[in-house]
């Protein structure tokens, strides 16, 4: 199995002086990479009745899109408020710099499904907790959250626990 981390680019201070940014864009553009990444999330969720791929805008989408027809499963977008144009619902969330509001179709998928929730990174844990209660908001289940990165020591992967989500990345950086 090919090592990920090596192809993660690191931009120090970014978007302020100490934090360490963890650039993924460096695996979408590398085809071969992009494959393995998607070979690997499917790999790691192949034990769950998957009904549906929940992607969190915006680097949500090309992970979870491509995971979604890889699968053979519906995508559900769950996108930046005034994006939708159909009925939403809504969740507003905490931000490290303000507030933000992501929102799903009402009709997004069946109630009683069984969605996995993926996005690029989790730091947090904001963003993928609004994702969790928009589809248990709809009445489909959370089987798990799948992400890239995750920073463990900033604690989202444990709020996600908390929730009774099961949280599975692929690559861990230590440190913010």
Same mark, same amino acid.
């Given at each position: 199995m090919m090592d990920l981390k090596q192809y993660v680019r690191t931009v120090p201070d970014f978007p302020q002086k100490g934090v360490m940014f963890r650039d993924v864009t460096t695996l979408f553009n590398n085809a071969e990479v992009f494959a393995e990444m998607i070979d690997q999330f499917e790999r790691s969720w192949l034990d769950q009745q998957i009904d549906g791929i929940a992607g969190i805008d915006a680097r949500g989408f090309v992970i979870g899109g491509a995971l979604a027809y890889k699968m053979r499963l519906p995508f559900i977008a769950l996108r930046k408020k005034g $994006?939708?144009?159909? &009925?939403?619902? /809504?969740?507003?969330?905490?931000?490290?710099?303000?507030?933000?509001?992501?929102?799903?179709? $009402?009709?997004?998928? &069946?109630?009683? /499904?069984?969605v996995l929730v993926i996005d690029d990174l989790i730091a947090t844990g904001g963003t993928a907790a609004a994702g969790i209660h928009l589809v248990r908001a709809i009445g489909a289940q959370v089987v798990g959250c799948g992400f890239i990165v995750d920073l463990p020591d900033i604690g989202g992967t444990a709020k996600l626990e908390a929730m009774g989500v099961t949280v599975r990345s692929l690559i861990a950086f230590e440190g913010h």
């Open positions: $994006k939708l144009p159909y &009925e939403t619902i /809504s969740k507003e969330y905490d931000l490290e710099y303000g507030k933000a509001v992501l929102e799903i179709h $009402k009709d997004a998928i &069946e109630p009683r /499904s069984s």
